[in-house]
């Protein structure tokens, strides 16, 4: 039986593993994703309804999050923009991403905004509040902060060790919540 915050849209129903945490109170509709050891955390929307999304293994979706692409619009615009998401990705609380690309090992600060087409590489963190313009690529290894956004430095050795602890850290907690603990 589906689960009410887990619908079917258009004739796709999203794939969830069963190594994935959703929420009760989170919603995921149509053509979405979800890769091993994700999680959706409360009241966060992941509304794949107009195209596809694409989240990777152990990312996190926190709370309030708001995940959506854009549509397809013949003949100017075939493919639309999906939201494709990598591995080992922390979208912080309240933040919104729109037919984006975000690379692996990435933290997405909490209330930031990434706009359609926007490119954010590998071994990235946007700080909190920030705005990534549409079509804007942020290059590997930097922390980004701003509206928009702006490097303001390389990532150090310390802040490359905090993206993939912060994946793991949400697995655990993600199994805690899926046992009932």
């Given at each position: ?11 796709i129903?999203p794939t ?6 959703v929420?009760d ?5 149509g053509?979405?994703?979800l890769?091993?050891d994700?999680s959706?955390?409360p009241?966060?929307?992941v509304r794949?309804?107009?195209?596809a999304?694409?989240?990777g293994?152990r990312s ?6 708001m ?29 919104t991403?729109?037919g ?7 933290l ?5 905004v990434v706009l ?9 963190i ?5 705005l990534v313009p549409?079509?804007k690529?942020?290059?590997?290894g930097?922390l980004y ?10 990532l150090t ?7 993939p602890?912060?994946?793991a850290?949400?697995?655990?907690l ?8």
């Amino acid at each position: 039986m589906e689960k009410r915050n887990i619908r079917r849209f258009d004739g796709i129903t999203p794939t969830v593993p069963d190594s994935c945490f959703v929420d009760d109170t989170a919603l995921v509709i149509g053509d979405c994703v979800l890769g091993e050891d994700s999680s959706v955390w409360p009241m966060a929307v992941v509304r794949a309804d107009v195209n596809a999304v694409r989240i990777g293994k152990r990312s996190n979706i926190q709370d309030f999050a708001m995940l959506h692409e854009s549509h397809r619009r013949p003949p100017e615009d075939p493919e639309g923009a999906p939201l494709v998401i990598g591995d080992d990705v922390t979208v912080g609380h309240h933040a919104t991403l729109h037919g984006c690309t975000v690379g692996n090992r990435v933290l997405i600060g909490i209330g930031s905004v990434v706009l359609d087409r926007a490119i954010i590489e590998d071994d990235v963190i946007v700080g909190a509040g920030s705005l990534v313009p549409p079509r804007k690529r942020l290059l590997s290894g930097g922390l980004y902060v701003g509206s928009p956004v702006k490097r303001l430095r390389d990532l150090t050795d310390e802040d490359r060790a905090f993206l993939p602890y912060s994946a793991a850290h949400y697995v655990r907690l993600a199994a805690k919540h899926r046992s009932g603990e």
